[in-house]
């Protein structure tokens, strides 16, 4: 006879079952507080951006035939800690000058290792009551790595906690910090201007995700990355015209029967969204006063597809397309954790669940 009593006083509590978890959502880059743990849950959301009568979406295409993702997407992801000062790399007794050349120094001053920078932007050092006098510069250079002529120094005291922003100049693409400690917690480089903790510096863990299409998004409907399934949800469908479509012309409209539409929820490429719509019975609507007949606007569709800018429509799909992904498992650092992607269009949004 099974005593349950006893099955049940085996049972692992419900507390140990399923640690508690954190949810953070927003655009990149996201930041959030996490303790060595990892995601145990991340979505991703597609964004769509127009330029020069094309569209741009998440994804970096890959040309090179050499590579096994050729003709995929990539999507680059980057969890760093908030301290981009990685004291290891330090160059110790040797300083970089106003030309921007690395001197000796008798001074005990050091000096960091290159630090990517953005242009424009604000970066603070944060000194945390140091055991000696400091003497701090901040040399920027451009992404040729040629010094700078905006230079910024500061002193700092004994026993002094100093928080001192600078903002980098609009060309500068690196940034070379000089300063006479080298104790571990003496000294944080961030983004930004608010004071923080002293939290060391962690190596970025890099991580792609490849995708057979790019990740798109229409007005209010996003392709989705979903971690927990495995897969990409496409909610958008593109289609480009050539011309050859069967048009008719409607006072200063033109009219193209389509299908697997949602709702009306639609870009396109060349026109505004004012000016294009789709109607109940799935009939597309472009306004337009620059032409005089149908032909002579399926003339500009194909003449605009032969020079290699098709007119294109995104829109919402009645029946999503799902694409099996497979998707790294990100593991999170101890602290303030900046979770970021390499893409020159960013994700509209992303949700995360972090384990803890």
Known sequence: MIDWNIIKSLSPHPAHIQKPRILSKGNPPLVFQNNNGFLSNYKIFGNTIKNSNTFT??????????????????????????????????????????????????????????????????????????????????????????????????????????????????????????????????????????SHTFEPYHEPLLYNIYTDVPVSKTQNEHDVIDYRNSRLKKNIRSLSFTGNENWQKQQNDFLLAISGNKNADIICSHYENADISIDSSHCLHITSSDFNSADAFKNYLSSQNINGTPVTIYYAADIPEIYTLELPNIPTLDGTNILAFGTSVQPDIVHITCQI
């Open 57 to 194: 979406d998440v994804g970096e295409y890959i040309s090179d035939t050499n590579s096994p993702y050729y003709q995929k997407y990539c999507i680059p992801i980057q969890i760093s800690g908030i301290n981009m000062l990685d004291l290891n790399s330090v160059v110790m007794n040797a300083y970089i000058n106003a030309q921007g050349e690395e001197t000796q120094s008798i001074a005990g001053l050091n000096h960091s290792d290159y630090i990517r920078v953005e242009p424009l932007t604000v970066y603070t050092l944060e000194i945390y009551s140091p055991t000696s006098p400091n003497t701090i510069a901040m040399n920027w250079f451009d992404s040729e790595k040629n010094i700078l002529s905006a230079r910024n120094t500061v002193n700092v005291a004994f026993g002094e906690h100093k928080v001192w922003s600078v903002q980098s100049p609009e060309n500068a693409a690196y940034l070379i910090v000089n300063f006479v400690s080298d104790r571990q917690n003496e000294i944080m480089l961030f983004k930004g201007s608010d």
